[in-house]
């Protein structure tokens, strides 16, 4: 969003794949995002409980959500050993996830929540699907503000009819790309 506002002043912008759209828009200092999530046939969205603090919750992208004592220091948490049994599957559930730590601290005006992406292997600066899983998993209502690692937040909202997420957007690279017609004689 920010490289097309950047290079065509695009501020607004629409998505479709499968049953979801997603509209999207520049806003100071990052982008919006507004989608509709719910169930569908095929049952793409699920929250169970796995554990007595933890959640596996299926956006059509499988998380383990764990809450975090938020009287612990979840920095230190060794977040890449939690998360290694979860990311091939054989952890609290037994799908391949993505895995969050989430402290919900006391009086606080946001969440801290620490993100392992399956497929990076890695503890990532900031995940948006890891703030609907995890504000799902813990049954929040209304808007809630979730701290990443990277000190970046990111507010999240549901209403009735659709969620509203809205933090940073940065540009982490650039590239070209080059694209060769499939199936054409060369």
């Given amino acids: ?108 005006e946001y969440h801290r929540i620490r993100s392992f992406e399956r497929r990076v292997e890695a503890e990532t600066l900031a995940c948006g699907s890891g703030c609907v899983a995890s504000y799902l998993a813990l049954s929040l209502e209304g808007e809630h503000v979730f701290q990443t690692t990277s000190g970046d937040r990111i507010r999240l909202a549901k209403t009735r009819s659709h969620w509203s997420l809205e933090g940073p957007a940065l540009m982490v690279f650039d590239t070209d790309v080059r694209i060769v017609a499939l199936g054409g004689a060369a």
């Fill in 1 to 108: 969003m920010v490289l097309l506002h950047r290079l065509f002043d695009i501020t607004q912008v629409q998505i479709r794949f499968a049953n979801v759209v997603i509209e999207a828009w520049v806003v100071p200092g990052g982008a919006r995002l507004q989608f509709a999530l719910q169930a569908s046939a095929g049952n793409d969205l699920e929250v169970s409980a796995i554990g007595p603090r933890a959640w596996f919750v299926n956006l059509a992208d499988p998380h383990v959500v764990i809450d975090w004592d938020a009287n612990a220091a979840m920095h230190e948490a060794p977040l890449a050993d939690i998360a290694a049994a979860h990311a091939s599957g054989g952890g609290l559930s037994d799908r391949p996830s993505n895995c969050h730590l989430v402290a919900r601290d006391g009086g606080s």
